[in-house]
Protein backbone atom coordinates (compact mmCIF):
# COMPACT_ATOMS: atom_id res chain seq x y z
CA UNK A 1 0.00 0.00 0.00
CA UNK A 2 1.53 3.41 -0.80
CA UNK A 3 1.88 5.89 1.65
CA UNK A 4 1.15 9.49 1.97
CA UNK A 5 3.04 11.24 -0.52
CA UNK A 6 3.79 15.09 -1.40
CA UNK A 7 4.88 17.32 -4.28
CA UNK A 8 7.22 19.09 -4.55
CA UNK A 9 9.84 18.21 -2.22
CA UNK A 10 11.53 21.24 -1.77
CA UNK A 11 10.62 24.53 -3.28
CA UNK A 12 12.43 27.53 -3.00
CA UNK A 13 10.74 30.81 -3.94
CA UNK A 14 11.04 34.64 -3.71
CA UNK A 15 9.08 36.35 -1.52
CA UNK A 16 5.78 37.93 -3.28
CA UNK A 17 5.62 34.26 -5.34
CA UNK A 18 3.03 31.97 -5.53
CA UNK A 19 3.59 28.22 -4.15
CA UNK A 20 1.07 25.21 -4.73
CA UNK A 21 2.11 21.90 -2.50
CA UNK A 22 0.27 19.04 -2.95
CA UNK A 23 -0.48 15.84 -1.24
CA UNK A 24 -2.15 12.30 -1.95
CA UNK A 25 -3.32 10.81 1.14
CA UNK A 26 -3.52 6.99 1.77
CA UNK A 27 -6.29 5.72 -0.85
CA UNK A 28 -9.50 5.26 0.97
CA UNK A 29 -8.60 7.66 3.99
CA UNK A 30 -11.21 10.16 4.33
CA UNK A 31 -9.38 12.44 6.50
CA UNK A 32 -6.85 14.65 5.64
CA UNK A 33 -4.78 17.37 7.70
CA UNK A 34 -1.80 19.31 7.04
CA UNK A 35 0.60 20.51 9.89
CA UNK A 36 3.81 22.91 9.36
CA UNK A 37 7.18 22.99 11.31
CA UNK A 38 8.87 26.49 11.50
CA UNK A 39 12.15 26.87 12.16
CA UNK A 40 12.67 23.88 14.29
CA UNK A 41 9.67 24.59 16.62
CA UNK A 42 6.65 22.54 17.18
CA UNK A 43 4.73 21.12 14.24
CA UNK A 44 1.55 23.40 14.22
CA UNK A 45 -1.67 22.08 12.94
CA UNK A 46 -3.15 23.74 10.00
CA UNK A 47 -6.39 22.29 8.69
CA UNK A 48 -8.64 19.44 8.50
CA UNK A 49 -10.49 18.09 5.40
CA UNK A 50 -12.99 15.14 6.03
CA UNK A 51 -13.39 14.00 1.99
CA UNK A 52 -13.83 17.36 0.81
CA UNK A 53 -15.20 19.79 3.31
CA UNK A 54 -12.77 21.87 5.85
CA UNK A 55 -13.84 20.09 9.39
CA UNK A 56 -11.72 22.66 10.94
CA UNK A 57 -9.30 25.23 9.78
CA UNK A 58 -8.61 27.11 12.84
CA UNK A 59 -4.84 26.53 12.40
CA UNK A 60 -3.88 28.44 8.98
CA UNK A 61 -2.52 31.53 9.97
CA UNK A 62 -3.77 34.25 7.31
CA UNK A 63 -5.77 34.52 4.08
CA UNK A 64 -2.47 34.38 2.03
CA UNK A 65 -2.76 30.43 2.58
CA UNK A 66 -5.41 28.43 0.85
CA UNK A 67 -6.79 25.14 1.20
CA UNK A 68 -8.36 22.38 -1.66
CA UNK A 69 -9.19 19.35 -1.44
CA UNK A 70 -11.41 18.91 -4.74
CA UNK A 71 -13.25 15.34 -4.89
CA UNK A 72 -11.94 14.49 -1.71
CA UNK A 73 -8.75 12.64 -3.29
CA UNK A 74 -5.60 14.67 -3.35
CA UNK A 75 -5.47 18.41 -1.90
CA UNK A 76 -3.25 21.63 -2.48
CA UNK A 77 -2.34 23.76 -0.18
CA UNK A 78 -1.62 27.66 -1.91
CA UNK A 79 0.34 30.43 -0.81
CA UNK A 80 -0.17 33.63 -2.23
CA UNK A 81 1.76 36.03 -2.09
CA UNK A 82 4.52 34.28 0.31
CA UNK A 83 6.12 35.98 2.81
CA UNK A 84 9.62 35.02 4.02
CA UNK A 85 8.11 33.62 7.63
CA UNK A 86 6.00 31.45 5.62
CA UNK A 87 9.51 28.79 5.14
CA UNK A 88 9.45 26.08 6.50
CA UNK A 89 8.41 21.95 6.26
CA UNK A 90 4.84 21.49 5.16
CA UNK A 91 3.76 18.06 6.24
CA UNK A 92 0.20 16.09 5.40
CA UNK A 93 -1.10 13.42 7.18
CA UNK A 94 -4.50 11.06 6.51
CA UNK A 95 -6.12 8.50 8.52
CA UNK A 96 -8.83 6.24 7.85
CA UNK A 97 -11.39 7.56 10.87
CA UNK A 98 -10.46 10.67 12.73
CA UNK A 99 -9.61 8.90 15.59
CA UNK A 100 -7.05 6.46 14.27
CA UNK A 101 -3.79 7.47 13.85
CA UNK A 102 -2.09 9.95 11.37
CA UNK A 103 0.29 8.54 8.24
CA UNK A 104 2.29 11.44 7.42
CA UNK A 105 3.79 12.13 4.04
CA UNK A 106 7.57 13.66 3.82
CA UNK A 107 6.75 16.54 3.87
CA UNK A 108 7.53 20.14 1.53
CA UNK A 109 10.40 22.27 2.78
CA UNK A 110 9.75 25.53 1.47
CA UNK A 111 11.98 28.16 1.49
CA UNK A 112 11.10 31.52 1.01
CA UNK A 113 13.92 34.24 -0.04
CA UNK B 1 -4.21 25.89 26.67
CA UNK B 2 -3.13 22.02 25.81
CA UNK B 3 0.31 21.47 25.67
CA UNK B 4 3.41 18.99 24.92
CA UNK B 5 6.70 19.43 26.17
CA UNK B 6 10.22 17.87 25.16
CA UNK B 7 12.51 19.37 27.64
CA UNK B 8 15.71 17.88 26.04
CA UNK B 9 16.73 19.24 22.46
CA UNK B 10 19.31 16.23 21.77
CA UNK B 11 19.75 13.55 23.96
CA UNK B 12 23.24 11.60 23.12
CA UNK B 13 23.55 7.79 24.17
CA UNK B 14 26.25 5.02 23.57
CA UNK B 15 25.39 1.98 21.39
CA UNK B 16 24.02 -0.65 23.66
CA UNK B 17 23.02 1.88 26.46
CA UNK B 18 19.16 2.16 27.29
CA UNK B 19 17.69 5.73 26.20
CA UNK B 20 15.05 7.96 27.19
CA UNK B 21 13.67 10.47 25.52
CA UNK B 22 11.09 12.85 27.73
CA UNK B 23 7.29 14.09 27.03
CA UNK B 24 5.22 15.93 29.65
CA UNK B 25 1.67 16.58 28.53
CA UNK B 26 -0.77 18.90 29.20
CA UNK B 27 -4.32 18.14 28.51
CA UNK B 28 -8.51 18.32 29.65
CA UNK B 29 -9.62 14.97 30.13
CA UNK B 30 -8.12 11.57 28.88
CA UNK B 31 -4.92 12.19 27.57
CA UNK B 32 -4.25 10.23 23.55
CA UNK B 33 -0.89 10.43 23.24
CA UNK B 34 1.56 9.33 20.28
CA UNK B 35 5.32 9.13 19.37
CA UNK B 36 6.71 9.69 15.89
CA UNK B 37 10.39 9.55 14.36
CA UNK B 38 11.50 11.60 11.71
CA UNK B 39 14.46 9.66 9.67
CA UNK B 40 16.63 12.38 7.51
CA UNK B 41 14.59 12.72 4.27
CA UNK B 42 11.98 10.85 5.58
CA UNK B 43 8.45 11.83 6.76
CA UNK B 44 7.02 11.30 10.00
CA UNK B 45 6.61 7.80 11.17
CA UNK B 46 4.15 6.44 13.61
CA UNK B 47 6.09 4.48 16.49
CA UNK B 48 3.47 3.64 18.93
CA UNK B 49 0.26 5.33 20.75
CA UNK B 50 -1.29 5.07 24.86
CA UNK B 51 -5.14 5.67 24.20
CA UNK B 52 -6.12 3.37 27.68
CA UNK B 53 -5.13 0.39 29.00
CA UNK B 54 -1.48 -0.53 30.15
CA UNK B 55 0.73 2.30 31.31
CA UNK B 56 3.29 0.59 29.42
CA UNK B 57 2.82 0.56 25.33
CA UNK B 58 5.00 -1.20 23.05
CA UNK B 59 5.63 0.10 19.22
CA UNK B 60 8.11 -0.15 16.66
CA UNK B 61 11.56 -1.33 16.31
CA UNK B 62 12.05 -2.60 19.91
CA UNK B 63 10.79 1.44 21.57
CA UNK B 64 8.34 1.56 24.65
CA UNK B 65 6.37 4.26 25.90
CA UNK B 66 5.55 4.79 29.91
CA UNK B 67 2.42 6.40 30.81
CA UNK B 68 2.41 7.85 34.03
CA UNK B 69 -0.78 9.92 34.95
CA UNK B 70 0.39 11.72 38.01
CA UNK B 71 3.19 12.83 36.36
CA UNK B 72 1.35 14.14 33.36
CA UNK B 73 4.58 12.38 31.41
CA UNK B 74 4.93 9.75 28.53
CA UNK B 75 8.48 9.22 28.00
CA UNK B 76 9.90 7.29 24.88
CA UNK B 77 12.44 3.95 26.24
CA UNK B 78 14.22 1.71 24.40
CA UNK B 79 16.54 -0.77 26.52
CA UNK B 80 19.40 -1.14 23.89
CA UNK B 81 20.13 2.13 22.00
CA UNK B 82 21.02 1.11 17.63
CA UNK B 83 23.23 3.92 15.71
CA UNK B 84 20.20 3.37 13.33
CA UNK B 85 17.83 5.19 16.11
CA UNK B 86 19.05 8.32 15.40
CA UNK B 87 16.76 10.86 14.50
CA UNK B 88 14.14 13.56 15.71
CA UNK B 89 11.44 12.42 18.01
CA UNK B 90 8.40 13.77 18.02
CA UNK B 91 5.45 13.80 21.11
CA UNK B 92 2.02 14.06 20.15
CA UNK B 93 -1.28 14.36 21.82
CA UNK B 94 -4.69 14.62 20.38
CA UNK B 95 -6.97 17.46 21.13
CA UNK B 96 -9.61 16.98 23.38
CA UNK B 97 -11.16 20.52 23.22
CA UNK B 98 -12.39 20.54 19.31
CA UNK B 99 -15.06 18.06 18.53
CA UNK B 100 -14.68 15.84 15.40
CA UNK B 101 -10.86 16.90 14.65
CA UNK B 102 -8.66 14.61 16.30
CA UNK B 103 -6.23 17.36 15.14
CA UNK B 104 -2.51 16.64 16.93
CA UNK B 105 -0.52 19.08 19.46
CA UNK B 106 3.05 18.13 19.07
CA UNK B 107 6.10 18.77 21.02
CA UNK B 108 9.30 20.94 19.54
CA UNK B 109 10.51 17.63 18.83
CA UNK B 110 14.12 16.12 20.30
CA UNK B 111 16.98 14.92 18.04
CA UNK B 112 18.10 11.17 19.29
CA UNK B 113 22.23 10.82 18.67
CA UNK B 114 22.97 6.97 19.18
CA UNK B 115 27.09 7.32 19.25
CA UNK B 116 29.24 4.31 18.07
Known amino acids: EAGVTQFPSHSVIEKGQTVTLRCDPI?????LYWYRRVMGKEIKFLLH????????ESGMPNNRFLAERTGGTYSTLKVQPAELEDSGVYFC???????????FGPGTRLTVL | AQSVAQPEDQVNVAEGNPLTVKCTYS??????LFWYVQYPNRGLQFLLK??????LVKGSYGFEAEFNKSQTSFHLKKPSALVSDSALYFC??????????????FGTGTRLKVLA
Open chain 2, 92 to 105: AVRDTTTSGTYKYI
Open chain 1, 27 to 31: SGHDN
Open chain 2, 50 to 55: YITGDN
Open chain 1, 49 to 56: FVKESKQD
Open chain 2, 27 to 32: VSGNPY
Open chain 1, 93 to 103: ASSQVPRNEQF
